[in-house]
């Protein structure tokens, strides 16, 4: 069976979408693996990237410092560090940097892909790395995203949409459409095998997002 995916045109430019997760003839994971289970920090170290038994999420330590008169117009009053909560639930911590200062942090989550829920994803691996297969609202098309793990470094990365490299693929591989001159769809059906590991392994197909080391 082979697999296929669409790039269709929209206001942000070309967004790519699978039509089957990939690749078709990877079997499906019901977990991560507990030898990657951990959190992985960039080299901006308030940023990280999680992976748990079936999600992966990014965090990011977001701090500001606030003077007494911007904290007195939140009308908090503090005699010592404290926490508060806003309404989604996002929890914050207060604590006194100076006399007149206060700094405010908060943990900012995004879970980028999840194996549980209304919609749960599909993972798979291949060539040694994790394919994160996430089902869009049209529901018969995929977003797809892959973890490269060497060691206690990850890389993070996302399908790319450079046009030029998309059609150096295997011409048996490739449709597209044109309206008005213009290429506003791509859709590929790589056939399992060779065709299959190119758009694994060739590089230039794939973003890298960030790059992360591995923390605990």
């Known amino acids: 069976m082979g697999f296929g995916w669409v790039l269709t045109a929209c206001d942000g430019g070309l967004e790519v979408r699978f039509a089957q997760p990939f690749p078709a003839q990877a079997a499906d994971m019901a977990v991560f693996p507990a030898r990657h289970r951990a959190v992985y920090t960039a080299a901006d170290s308030n940023k990280s990237l999680c992976i748990g038994h079936t999600a992966v999420w990014r965090q990011e330590l977001l701090q500001v410092t606030l003077g007494r008169n911007q904290l007195d117009s939140m009308h908090r009053r503090l005699r010592a560090d404290t926490t508060y909560a806003e309404k989604d639930g996002t929890l914050h911590?207060?604590?006194?940097?100076?006399?007149?200062?206060?700094?405010?942090?908060?943990?900012?989550?995004?879970?980028?892909?999840?194996?549980?829920?209304?919609?749960?994803?599909?993972?798979?691996?291949?060539?040694?790395?994790?394919?994160?297969?996430?089902?869009?609202?049209?529901?018969?098309?995929?977003?797809?995203?892959?973890?490269?793990?060497?060691?206690?470094?990850?890389?993070?990365?996302?399908?790319?949409?450079?046009?030029?490299?998309?059609?150096?693929?295997?011409?048996?591989?490739?449709?597209?459409?044109?309206?008005?001159?213009?290429?506003?769809?791509?859709?590929?059906?790589?056939?399992?095998?060779?065709?299959?590991?190119?758009?694994?392994?060739?590089?230039?197909?794939?973003?890298?997002?960030?790059?992360?080391?591995?923390?605990?």
Request: charged share 25%; no cysteine; proline share 6%.
């Open 93 to 216: 911590y207060l604590k006194w940097v100076g006399r007149d200062s206060v700094r405010d942090s908060r943990l900012w989550t995004d879970t980028i892909f999840t194996l549980t829920g209304p919609s749960p994803g599909v993972l798979r691996r291949f060539q040694g790395r994790y394919y994160l297969n996430t089902p869009t609202d049209d529901g018969d098309k995929w977003q797809v995203q892959r973890l490269e793990i060497d060691g206690p470094r990850l890389s993070w990365q996302a399908f790319g949409t450079d046009t030029l490299r998309l059609l150096a693929l295997d011409p048996a591989t490739v449709r597209y459409h044109r309206e008005h001159g213009a290429l506003t769809s791509f859709q590929l059906m790589p056939a399992p095998g060779p065709q299959t590991r190119r758009v694994g392994r060739y590089a230039g197909l794939w973003d890298t997002q960030d790059h992360y080391r591995r923390r605990r």
